[in-house]
């Protein structure tokens, strides 16, 4: 269909943006899906608002002379369509108003919108990539350093508690001794120069 050059190539109603070049409805930003004859009815429409268009205009826009169908039941269904895809009502119109025997007028208010203000509507906000990998990384490094620090801290108490039992081991043998007999197992206490201390304490 030819577009009349007068008009914006997309223009704004309410919720609604209609692009008439690429023949597209989007609701707060996202496509609707629409066929091609009401479409065609919206974009004749959007060329004078608030004005009445025939039900004969469109007929002869929408099909050719040599074309033989039930216009007005092909144009009643192509309206009704319209009117679904825009969530509007016959009986309570927003947007296209019925007048009997005469034709259909568009009431909404139209705004025309600009390249900027069509580029900043379809514009995607999209995450920090880079950033995110770096926090991911980092995330990574501090995990493995965890796990480092956990791991020392496992040796560390198994060495102690190895150190607590043989402690406890030597102080029971030694309790069953008489104490000249401590005197002939020295050679006890250079195999355990690590627990002395702990055992003459205990022993004390």
Known sequence: MEQNS???????????????????IRKHGL????????????????????NVVTREELRNRLWPSDTFVDFDHGLNNAVMRLREVLGDSSESPRFVETLPRRGYRFIAHVEELSQSAITQTAKILEAPIAKSSEVEVEGK????????????????SGLTLALVVSSGFAVHFFRGKELGNVAASRSIWRTFPATRTRIILQMG
Do not use: Y
């Not at 490094?141 to 560390?156: K, N, S, Y």
């Open 31 to 50: 496509r609707l899906k629409v066929s091609e004859q009401p479409f065609q009815i919206l974009s004749i429409l959007l060329e004078k608002p608030g």
């Open 141 to 156: 490094g501090r995990t493995t350093r965890d796990w480092l620090t956990l791991h020392r801290v496992a040796v560390l």
């Open 6 to 24: 007068s008009i914006a190539k997309t223009v704004r109603c309410g919720a609604f943006e209609i692009d008439l070049t690429a023949c597209e």
